[in-house]
């Protein structure tokens, strides 16, 4: 039984493929690998407390102490998803003395976080 509301996708009115522009296209396309990366990153982005610890390092180089009272969370549920970050090159650390500081991994950092909240202000 075919729901009735559902909203249909428009058809090429004469199926006909447009055969340069697809060609072009995909020669541009990444590879898949590149592609799976990309589609990686953004899932960790997807967690808001991941976020939350982003948006405090776009502000000022942290440690672990600080970032769990900033965000309201136990230090070792804010390590787990500095691991997290660590592995997906989005944050870097040093160490001085027993303290370790975390900060954004670069400027790319930076500006995914910047561009994201521009787009969801707007």
Avoid: W
């Avoid at 787990?80 to 001085?96: F, G, T, W």
């Amino acid at each position: 039984m075919t729901d009735t509301n559902e909203e249909k996708v428009p058809e090429c009115e004469f199926h006909h493929v447009h055969e340069d522009t697809v060609k072009k296209i995909a020669s541009l396309m990444p590879d898949e690998d590149s592609l799976f990366d990309l589609a990686e990153l953004y899932k960790i982005f997807g967690d808001s407390t991941r976020i939350k610890i982003l948006f405090a390092l776009f502000e000022a180089e942290l440690c672990v102490c600080d970032i769990a009272t900033l965000i309201g969370m136990s230090m070792s549920a804010v390590s787990h998803q500095l691991r997290i970050l660590k592995q997906a090159q989005l944050v870097q650390y040093r160490r001085e003395g027993k303290t370790v500081f975390y900060s954004l991994a670069d400027d790319h950092v930076r500006s995914i976080l910047g561009q994201g909240m521009e787009h969801v202000n707007e």
